[in-house]
């Protein structure tokens, strides 16, 4: 018979992959394979990035809060800024501040990327650039970087940006203008280390604080029906 607790265990380990993520697993499998030819010790390094490579292109589900109002992380990793910024000018959201959160992936994190609050994609923009470390306050203006705005239901809008990172080389967007989605839905990708921006709109004051832990499409970054004022958090 099954046992549910070994298949629970399998699930936890076994993780659905991107489907960018196929020939990097290929290529780094083959590579092992070759290590072991040449020295055994060297295949065992292999095998251990090959899992990485795979741990690195997982896309596990999530369970999206279904509240109206709400707005999601993007992505996993560390709310590394918050401050008030011009969203990209290509967008044409024009050029008063808006207070953007930006949020740090390293090369372990998970990087699908999720569309933070549902609504119609107005405008997708690909910019090219430096590859700067993203962890960097410049980054959102020197880095390669594909910007998305969002028009909500009630009109207002969000902006959400890709950014590449030291170790970054490809932004993957699967949406374009047009394009309906819901909240946490996937809508792309960034390779091997990277950031991204949410530029919230107007007087919507984010719930998280510098440092703490993101989860794409599960953790609330803000809520359009709140009107505190912007959290603060101490390490303990």
């Known amino acids: 018979m099954p046992d549910p607790a070994h298949d629970s265990i399998l699930a936890a380990v076994i993780k659905p992959v991107h489907r960018e993520g196929y020939p990097f697993i290929g290529i ?38 279904q509240r109206e109002g709400l707005i999601i992380s993007p992505a996993d990793g560390v709310v590394s800024l918050i ?18 959160v930006s949020v740090f992936m390293n090369v372990f994190n998970c990087h699908v990327n999720r569309l933070p609050i549902a609504g119609t994609i107005t405008a997708v923009s690909y910019r090219p650039g430096k590859f700067l470390n993203a962890s960097l306050d410049k980054a959102s203006v020197d880095n390669e970087r594909n910007s998305v705005a969002v028009q909500m239901a ?3 809008k969000l902006a959400v940006v890709q950014i590449a990172g030291l170790v970054a080389r490809r932004i993957v967007c699967d949406v374009k203008p047009g394009a309906v989605l819901e909240t946490g839905e996937r809508f792309g990708m960034i390779r091997f280390g990277s950031r991204l921006d949410v530029y919230l709109p107007e007087g919507v004051q984010p719930l998280v604080s510098l440092g703490q832990t993101m989860v794409a499409g599960e953790t ?16 303990r």
């Open 220 to 235: 609330v970054l803000a809520d359009l029906t709140l009107a505190e004022p912007a959290r603060l958090a101490e390490v």
């Open 83 to 100: 401050e008030p910024a011009a969203p990209p000018v290509e967008l044409g959201m024009g050029t008063e501040p808006m207070t953007r």
């Open 154 to 156: 009630d009109g207002r």
């Open 28 to 65: 780094f499998a083959a590579v092992t394979l070759v290590l072991f030819l040449i020295w055994q010790p060297l295949g065992w390094v292999g095998v251990v990035l090959t899992v990485w490579c795979y741990y690195f292109f997982r896309d596990p589900d999530r369970y999206t809060p």
